[in-house]
């Protein structure tokens, strides 16, 4: 605020109003003003779309690396289903865990996580080792991965919002917790990232609800999360067959990763427009599909695009 003695909203008039409020409602007055005298007209933009002009996205994350993951990959792979996998590099070569050789081809098409080194609680974790524990598995996944590990699970699902501060310092740009929300929802938060269902909670009813979402739904994410190893000792491997099968081939669904849908959701907060909202700017490097009039438009990466 300039001028003025009175500070906004100290001083009220006999309508409660402070000189905030009627420079505001002035403001207001004139936006509306040249609305409707054609000065100034606003498109009719909306964020309704994942890439591709797909209106729906499926995710799956599963965790801890058992050797189980194997025959979980080969179903997902088989229907076209893609997913996120959370690691601990200290496990792998021991009892039940992959080998390290088989990371980089097993996963090839998948997303390749952290879930720290050694699976402790780390809320109640001294800080150093938290950012080791986080660190060092990102080192050695990447090493294997090939490429920067962003993405995170938490062990046992315990998170605070200490850890929530912290992981951005550690190169984490999401993290998933244990905690189903059993909606469509994209997170708040990707740093307290809560899954639709775990694969035991009506998994699926959940998929049939997906397939029914109105178009009138904000990008519905559905989100399933759980352990490979789930699935050999409750017997039902034909569950998660039967979930891939109903909820593959969708042309109105994006396949993807956990990382992919964090990263499409910061390019498209990042678009820049104008005030008229006539010219757009993607400053990010993937494309981005807005709504114009409620039909699905390309943002390419990079580009500033009239609309
Ligand atoms: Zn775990």
Redesign the pocket.
């Known amino acids: 605020m300039t001028g003025g003695k009175a500070g906004d909203g100290s001083v009220k008039d006999e309508d409660g109003k402070s000189p905030g409020d009627r420079k505001r409602k002035a403001v207001h007055a004139i936006i509306i003003e040249q609305i409707s005298t054609g000065e100034v007209s606003f498109m009719n933009i909306g964020f309704g779309f994942y890439p591709g002009g797909k209106r729906k996205a499926l995710t799956m994350s599963y965790?801890?690396g058992q050797v189980h993951d194997r025959k979980l990959v080969e179903i997902f792979n088989r229907y076209g289903i893609r997913g996120t996998f959370?690691l601990?590099s200290g496990r792998f070569d021991t009892d039940v865990f992959l080998k390290s050789t088989e990371i980089r081809d097993l996963f090839e098409g998948h997303e390749i996580s952290a879930?720290t080194l050694n699976?402790p609680y780390l809320t109640i974790l001294p800080g150093d080792m938290v950012a080791t524990e986080v660190l060092e598995d990102r080192k050695n996944l990447e090493e294997l991965a090939g490429y920067p590990v962003r993405g995170m699970?938490y062990?046992?699902?315990a998170y605070s919002q200490e850890l929530v501060e912290i992981l951005p310092f550690l190169g984490i740009e999401y993290c998933r917790t244990v905690n189903s929300h059993f909606g469509f929802q994209l997170p708040d938060d990707f740093l307290a990232w809560h899954p639709t269902c775990h694969h035991k909670q009506g998994l699926m009813e959940k998929a049939e609800a997906f397939r029914k979402i109105g178009k009138w739904a904000q990008m519905p994410l559905l989100y399933v999360w759980g352990?490979s190893f789930e699935f050999e000792w409750d017997k039902n491997w034909d569950l998660i067959e039967e979930f891939c099968k109903t909820v593959s081939g969708d042309e109105d669904v994006w396949y993807a990763t956990n990382i992919e849908i964090a990263d499409y959701v910061k390019a498209m907060k990042s678009l820049k427009f104008s005030v008229d909202r006539k010219i757009v700017h993607n400053p990010s490097a993937q494309d981005v599909w807005i709504s114009v009039d409620g039909e699905p438009c390309r943002i390419e990466a990079g580009k500033t695009v009239r609309l």
């Open positions: 965790d801890d959370h601990n879930h699976h699970s062990p046992f699902g352990h």
